[in-house]
C-alpha cells in the first residue's frame, strides 16, 4: 500500500538518498527501491545527473545534449516513470545538473560538431570558452583538437585519418576512431573538384561560394544545407556515388599524394588537429580540469543560459523536479550571478514554492560559502569533514607524524606537499591555462604605458608563485571588486608569493593585487574594466582546478600520514575536528544555511564512510599502529622490488597500503577464505594501481611505468600469499578485526550525527549498510538491494541487532529510527536551534552531545566518540556501563527534570535534575537520540 502523499518542497525535505544512473542502472530499476525509501525515511530522491551524456557514460557528467533525457536511463518515457512512482510514495526529486562543462569529441555533440564545422561562424562558437585569438598565431580563429592518439604526422601517415561522406546528411567529415571532425562548407569544393564529373565539379564551385557573398550567417547555412542535400541525393545515384568515392580517394593517407591532399584540407579548417599531449601546454579552449573531453561552458551569457537550462526548468514547472545539485559551482565565471539567476528562474516559473538549489563546493576549514547567492547550502563535503575529523583523536597528530617521517623521509608537512604538488600541474598538466591567463593578464598591462614592457613570462611566473600559495578554490570577483573575505585570502597567497617569487618578479605581485579586482573595476574606463575582469575570471577559473588537481587529485594521494583525513572536503594539515569546532560549524549552519546537504559518503569520496571511521581508530591506538606497521615493514622489506629509479614500492605507498588493508579488510572475511581475500585483493590493487599514477611520482596516467606498477602489484601478492611463514594476510585481517568494533562506534555516531545536525542528512547509495568501499568506480559498485530491503521489513529495534554488528542492519536501523524522529518533528530538524551539550566526568572526552530545540520540542543527541582506547579487546561495539562511571550529561536550565524517551530504544530516561548519567543513556547502544516525552 502506498504511503500518504508527503509535501516534496522545502517544507517536506528531510532527506535525501544519492542514486547513480547509468547503463547497467536505468531510471527504471530505481522505480521498485521508491517504497523501500520512503520506508526508510528519505523525502527525495537526490539523482546523477539524467540528461543525454556521452554513450557508456557511468557518471553522466560528461553531457552532450541538454535538450533530451538520457535514452541509456531510458529517456523520457523512464523517467515519467519514475516520477509517477516518486509522487504514489510521496517523495519529491532533485537532480543533479552540470551547467559548467559538456562532453566533446566522439561524434555526439551537435553543439560542438557545429563549431567544428562553422568555426566562429557558428551560432553556439560562444557556448563555449574558446580564445579565438591566442598568444599561438598558428591558432588565430582556430581550435586546437587535441584528440590524436600519436603526433599528427605518425597519426596522418598511419592511415587511421580517414576522409568520410555521410550519405544520411551529405556532409564530408575526417574520421579519427571514434572522433568526427566536420569539413567546413566552403572546403568542398577541394574535394569536389578534384573529382572527374562535372556534377561534382559545378557543386563544388557552388560550396567554394558558400558565406563569401554576404554576412548573413542563417543564408549561409540555408546555402550549405541545401547543397548538401543536393550533394547527397547525387551521391544516391550508381554513378554519383562512384565518382564520390573516386574524389575521396584522393585523400587516401594510404598514398603520398593522397597523405598531402588530407593534410592541405585539415590546414584550412576550422581547428588544428593534434597529438593529445598538446592539450596540456597549447590548448586553447577551456576544459573541465585538464580532461580534454569536456570543454568548459559559458553560462554568463544569457544565450548559454536559457539553452542549457529549458529542459530542466520545464521539468522544474510541472512539478517533477523539485531542487537542482550544480556541479562545480566554482568553474563558472560568475558562481553568485549563475546562483542568483536560477533562483530567480525557478521562482518565475513555480511561484508556489521556494527554489532549493545546492552547489558542489570545497570549502577550507576557514571558509565559508557566501550567503547572498540564493542556494541552499553546499552538497555537504564540509560537513563530511567535520563529522569524520570529530572522531579523530587530537594525540596520534604527533606519533602518526613521527611514524611517517620515520618511515617515508618525506615532510611532515602537508601544505609543503600540496605546494610541490602545485608546481608540478601548473607545469605538466594546466601549462595551457596558465598561459592564457598570463595573456589574459599581458593584455591588462599592455593599455598602460607604464606596464606594457612587462613580459608575458614574467607573468606566467609570478602568477605559478601566487596559485602555489592560494589557500582555497577561488576569489569571487565583482564589478564592485573583492569583499573583504577575498582580500584576506588574496593577501594570504600574495605573501606567500613574495617570499618565493624572484626579486625581479615581485612588481608583479602588487600589479596582481590591483588587477584581480584590488581596483574595482566599475571605476575603470570601459575598455580597461573589461580586460580586467576577462583576466579576473580567467585566473578564477585557473584557481579552482589547480586545487582540485594538485591537492585532491596529487598531494592526497602523497602525503599519508592518516588517509582517512586525506578525503574531498578535508585539509589532511588539521588532523582532527575539536567538539568546539564541530558544535561552532554546527551552529553556523543552522543559522545561515539549515538545508545545506549533510554528506558522509559520495561518488567522489576517496574511501567509503566507515573505512574512514575504522582508520580513525589508529588515531587512537597509534602506538599499536606504528608497532604493527615497523614489524610488516621490516618482515616485507625482502618483497620490494629493486628497479633502476628506486625501491617498488616507495615507504609511502607502502604506508598507505597497509592503511588501505586494514580499513578496507571486509568485516567476517575469513584469512583462509581464498576466494574472498583474492576478490579483495583484485580491489585494493585496483585502488593502488590508481593511487600511483594520481601521486605522479613515478607512475601517472600520461606515461604510466608499467614496471614499477607491477612491481607494486606483485608486492601485494607475495606480501599476503596464503602460505608465507610470517603469515601476513593473518596479521592484516586480525589488525582489522581488532579495531573493527570501536570503528563501527564511530560509524554508528557519524550516522547519527548526519541524520540529527543542522541541515538534510544525504545518504549515498547503499550505505545504510556499512561502507567499506574504495575510490571510485569501487564505490559504485552494484549494491544488494533485496538485502537492504529484507532487513528494513523486519523493523527490528537497532539494541536487538548489536549482537550482528557485522552485517550492517544495525547502522541502517539507527538511520532508520533516526529519521523517523525527523520525520515526526520535521520543524524541529528544519528549524530548530542548536545548543551544545557540556558533558562532565573522568571520560567526557569520550562524549559529544547537543540539543535541538524549537518551542516544547526537543532532541537530545548523544554520540560515543574515541571508543578504541576503553573498548579494548571486547567484540562488541558497546562501551561497557562501568566506563561511563561519573559521567554525566549537563542539560541547560530550561530542560532540567524532564523525562526523556530514546527514539532508537524506545525506552524512558528520567532527569531528575540538570543531569543525565551517560550510562544510563549509553547503555544498550552507543548512540543515544531522546526526545522530550
Not at 552532450?64 to 535514452?71: I, T
Not at 579552482?544 to 572536503?569: M, Q
Request: aromatic fraction near 8%.
Amino acid at each position: 500500500m502506498a504511503n500518504p502523499p508527503r509535501d516534496t518542497g522545502p517544507a517536506g525535505l528531510r532527506a535525501t538518498a544519492r542514486l547513480q544512473f547509468h547503463a547497467g542502472f536505468t531510471l527504471d530499476d530505481a522505480v521498485p527501491l521508491i517504497p523501500y525509501l520512503a520506508q526508510l525515511g528519505i523525502s527525495h530522491l537526490y539523482a546523477s545527473p539524467i540528461l543525454k551524456a556521452r554513450p557508456g557514460s557511468t557518471h553522466g557528467y560528461d553531457i552532450v545534449d541538454h535538450n533530451q533525457l538520457n535514452p541509456e536511463l531510458g529517456g523520457e518515457p523512464a523517467f515519467r516513470r519514475l516520477s509517477a512512482a516518486l509522487k504514489q510514495h510521496g517523495l519529491g526529486l532533485i537532480i543533479d545538473i552540470v551547467p559548467n562543462h559538456m562532453g566533446v569529441g566522439g561524434s555526439d555533440n551537435a553543439w560542438w560538431l557545429d563549431v567544428l564545422e562553422w568555426g566562429r561562424q557558428s551560432p553556439y562558437a560562444g557556448f563555449f570558452d574558446i580564445d579565438w585569438d591566442p598568444p599561438d598565431r598558428s591558432l588565430s580563429n582556430r581550435m586546437l583538437m587535441p584528440f590524436l592518439g600519436a603526433p599528427y604526422g605518425e597519426a596522418l601517415g598511419s592511415g587511421d585519418l580517414k576522409l568520410l561522406f555521410d550519405a544520411a546528411d551529405g556532409r564530408l567529415h575526417a574520421q579519427y576512431f571514434e572522433h568526427r571532425f566536420p569539413i567546413a562548407p566552403q572546403h568542398y569544393h577541394h574535394v569536389l573538384q578534384a573529382a572527374q564529373d562535372p556534377t561534382l565539379a559545378a557543386l563544388g564551385q557552388e560550396f567554394g561560394r558558400v558565406g563569401l557573398q554576404q554576412r548573413d550567417r542563417a543564408l549561409a547555412r540555408e546555402q550549405a544545407a541545401a547543397l548538401r542535400d543536393r550533394l547527397r541525393r547525387f551521391a544516391e545515384t550508381p554513378g554519383g556515388g562512384a565518382a564520390l568515392q573516386a574524389a575521396l580517394a584522393g585523400f587516401d593517407a594510404g598514398t603520398e599524394a593522397g597523405r598531402s591532399a588530407l593534410h592541405r584540407l585539415l590546414e584550412r579548417q576550422h581547428y588544428r588537429l593534434a597529438w593529445w599531449r598538446a592539450a596540456a601546454d597549447e590548448i586553447n579552449w577551456r576544459r573541465f580540469f585538464d580532461i580534454t573531453s569536456l570543454a568548459g561552458m559559458r553560462q554568463e551569457l544569457p544565450e548559454v543560459f536559457d539553452a542549457t537550462h529549458d529542459l530542466i526548468l520545464k521539468l522544474y514547472a510541472e512539478g517533477a523536479v523539485d531542487g537542482l545539485r550544480i556541479d562545480h559551482v566554482d568553474g563558472l565565471a560568475d558562481p553568485r550571478g549563475y546562483c542568483r539567476k536560477l533562483h530567480r528562474r525557478m521562482q518565475a516559473v513555480r511561484p508556489d514554492r521556494a527554489p532549493m538549489i545546492w552547489v558542489e563546493k570545497i570549502l577550507a576549514p576557514f571558509e565559508t560559502l557566501r550567503t547572498d547567492w540564493m542556494v541552499d547550502g553546499t552538497t555537504g563535503y564540509d560537513f563530511m569533514d567535520e563529522a569524520s575529523g570529530v572522531l579523530h583523536d587530537p594525540e596520534g597528530e604527533g606519533p602518526l607524524t613521527t611514524l611517517w617521517t620515520d618511515q617515508t623521509g618525506r615532510s611532515p608537512s602537508f601544505d609543503e606537499e600540496a605546494r610541490a604538488a602545485r608546481r608540478q600541474i601548473l607545469r605538466d598538466n594546466l601549462a595551457s591555462e596558465l598561459n592564457g591567463t598570463a595573456a589574459a593578464m599581458k593584455r591588462v598591462a599592455m593599455r598602460d604605458l607604464a606596464t606594457r614592457d612587462f613580459t608575458l613570462t614574467g607573468l606566467r611566473r609570478a602568477l605559478t608563485e601566487v596559485l602555489v600559495h592560494f589557500p582555497v578554490y577561488r576569489l569571487y570577483i565583482t564589478q564592485g571588486g573583492r569583499s573583504a573575505e577575498d582580500n584576506r585570502i588574496l593577501d594570504w597567497a600574495l605573501a606567500g608569493a613574495r617570499r618565493t617569487v624572484r626579486a625581479a618578479d615581485r612588481p608583479l605581485i602588487d600589479l596582481l593585487d590591483g588587477w584581480l579586482g584590488g581596483d574595482p573595476p566599475r571605476s575603470l574606463p570601459p575598455v580597461l574594466r573589461r580586460d580586467r575582469l576577462a583576466a579576473a575570471v580567467r585566473f578564477q577559473q585557473l584557481s579552482a582546478p589547480t586545487a582540485a588537481k594538485s591537492v585532491e587529485d596529487t598531494a592526497f594521494y602523497r602525503y599519508g600520514r592518516l588517509i582517512s583525513r586525506n578525503e574531498v572536503g578535508s585539509d589532511p594539515a588539521r588532523f582532527a575536528v575539536t567538539p568546539a569546532a564541530f558544535h561552532g560549524s554546527a551552529r553556523s549552519r543552522a543559522k545561515s544555511f539549515p538545508r545545506a546537504l549533510l554528506a558522509t559518503a559520495t561518488h567522489d569520496h576517496k574511501r567509503g564512510e566507515d573505512v574512514r571511521a575504522r582508520l580513525a581508530v589508529l588515531s587512537e591506538l597509534h602506538g599499536e599502529w606504528t608497532a604493527a606497521v615497523a614489524r610488516w615493514s621490516r618482515l616485507n622489506a625482502p618483497l620490494r622490488k629493486d628497479l633502476p629509479d628506486g625501491p617498488a614500492p616507495g615507504m609511502s605507498a607502502q604506508l598507505m597500503l597497509y592503511q588501505t588493508l586494514v580499513g578496507a579488510w571486509p568485516l567476517g572475511l575469513s584469512p583462509t577464505d581464498e576466494a574472498g581475500v583474492a576478490e579483495f585483493l583484485d580491489r585494493v590493487c585496483a585502488w593502488q594501481e590508481k593511487a600511483l599514477r594520481e601521486a605522479k611520482r613515478r607512475t601517472e596516467w600520461a606515461v604510466p611505468n608499467l614496471d614499477y606498477e607491477a612491481a607494486c602489484r606483485d608486492f601485494v601478492g607475495a606480501m599476503m600469499a596464503p602460505d608465507r611463514a610470517s603469515r601476513m594476510r593473518e596479521e592484516i585481517a586480525g589488525f582489522a578485526a581488532r579495531i573493527a568494533p570501536a570503528a563501527a562506534v564511530n560509524g554508528l555516531s557519524q550516522a547519527l550525527l548526519r541524520c540529527t545536525a543542522p541541515g538534510v542528512p544525504d545518504l549515498y547509495q547503499g550505505t545504510e549498510f556499512w561502507d567499506l568501499s574504495l575510490v571510485d568506480p569501487d564505490n559504485r559498485r552494484p549494491v544488494d538491494w533485496e538485502a537492504r530491503q529484507a532487513a528494513l521489513a523486519q523493523a527490528q529495534p537497532p539494541a536487538e541487532l548489536l549482537a550482528d554488528w557485522q552485517d550492517g542492519r544495525v547502522k541502517q536501523a539507527v538511520i532508520a529510527r533516526a529519521l523517523a524522529l525527523r520525520t515526526r518533528h520535521p520543524a524541529l530538524f528544519a528549524e530548530g536551534d542548536y545548543h551544545p551539550v557540556t558533558v562532565e566526568g573522568p571520560r567526557a572526552q569520550h562524549v559529544l552531545a547537543f540539543l535541538r530545540t524549537r518551542k516544547d520540542a526537543a532532541a537530545l543527541v548523544v554520540a560515543t566518540r574515541l571508543p578504541g582506547t576503553v573498548l579494548g579487546e571486547s567484540p562488541m561495539p558497546l562501551l561497557p556501563g562501568a566506563e561511563w562511571s561519573g559521567t554525566d550529561l549537563r542539560l541547560p536550565p530550561s530542560w532540567e527534570a524532564r523525562h526523556w524517551r530514546d527514539a532508537l530504544t524506545g525506552e524512558g530516561q528520567h532527569a531528575p535534575g540538570d543531569r543525565l548519567p551517560v550510562g544510563q543513556v549509553l547503555a544498550r547502544l552507543p548512540v543515544a537520540v531522546l526526545e522530550v516525552g
